[in-house]
């Protein structure tokens, strides 16, 4: 059994930061990636970015690269997700997944575990 806890989100002006943490328990995280994926409303989910436990490999979508960083403690058994210079197209359900097996990082249905999902707003 593996549960995810999202924490974190909340209500942000364009241009500021938030840093979003996900709790990991249940089976151990050695050698599975975990992932940030975000769904706006009315629209399919979207990777954000991923980290591998073993080696800390991490990958980042295109439209967040440089302004988000993903980091994990696998003694805590959290990831965390900084996000700085927020936009107003980041506005989304945040979702902490677990990726179950080999899949593609940057691929949501890669992902076998989800958390319930915290919900970031930016305003302008």
């Known amino acids: 059994q593996v549960q995810l806890v999202e924490s974190g989100g909340g209500l942000v002006q364009a241009g500021g930061s938030l840093r979003l943490a996900c709790a990991h328990s249940?089976?151990?995280?050695?050698?599975?990636?975990m992932g940030w994926i975000r769904q706006a409303p009315g629209k399919e989910r979207e990777f954000v970015a991923a980290?591998?436990?073993?080696?800390?490999?991490?990958l980042y979508s295109d439209s967040v690269k440089g302004r988000f960083t993903i980091s994990g403690d696998m003694a805590k058994r959290t990831v965390y997700l900084q996000m700085n210079s927020l936009k107003l197209e980041d506005t989304a359900v945040y979702y902490c997944?677990?990726?179950?097996?080999?899949?593609?990082?940057?691929?949501?249905?890669?992902?076998?575990?989800w958390g319930q999902g915290t919900q970031v707003t930016v305003s302008s």
């Open positions: 980290i591998t436990w073993t080696v800390g490999y991490t």
């Open positions: 997944a677990e990726r179950d097996g080999m899949g593609n990082l940057n691929d949501p249905s890669a992902y076998a575990y």
């Open positions: 249940g089976r151990n995280v050695a050698g599975n990636a």
